[in-house]
């Protein structure tokens, strides 16, 4: 069964950091691309970051970039997301996602299937 599990979500300030972390099972890693999509209260889900499975290209929506940043460890099954200087239009559930996308570019990312529960982020003072 395709899985992942998302952590490290939490309440933080404005401008503070967050480092959230999935784990996936079921599926050979290795071979896929990952991302992490967030849904806002009242708002659709939308993909944030992607990752290829080579690490070869990484993708970020304009809003997030160089803020979040996206990492994987293979041997652990794990994705990571290192979110600095958090606004409070980060505020969002995040999850991970998993595809056989290709690279990792605009035309894409949105193709990654989320398979966790999700951890909630809430920025605020």
């Known amino acids: 069964q395709l899985q992942f599990v998302e952590s490290g979500g939490g309440l933080v300030q404005p401008g503070g950091s967050l480092r959230l972390s999935c784990v996936g099972s079921g599926f050979p890693f290795d071979f896929y691309a990952v991302g992490w999509f967030r849904q806002a209260p009242g708002k659709e889900r939308e993909g944030v970051a992607c990752?290829?499975?080579?690490?070869?290209?990484?993708y970020y929506i304009d809003s997030v970039k160089g803020r979040f940043t996206i990492s994987r460890d293979n041997a652990k099954k794990m994705v990571y997301l290192q979110m600095n200087s958090l606004k409070s239009e980060d505020t969002a559930v995040y999850y991970c996602?998993?595809?056989?996308?290709?690279?990792?570019?605009?035309?894409?990312?949105?193709?990654?299937?989320?398979w966790g529960q999700g951890t909630p982020v809430t920025v605020s003072s």
């Open positions: 990752l290829s499975n080579r690490e070869a290209s990484t």
């Open positions: 996602a998993a595809g056989l996308i290709g690279l990792c570019q605009e035309s894409t990312y949105r193709l990654l299937e989320v």
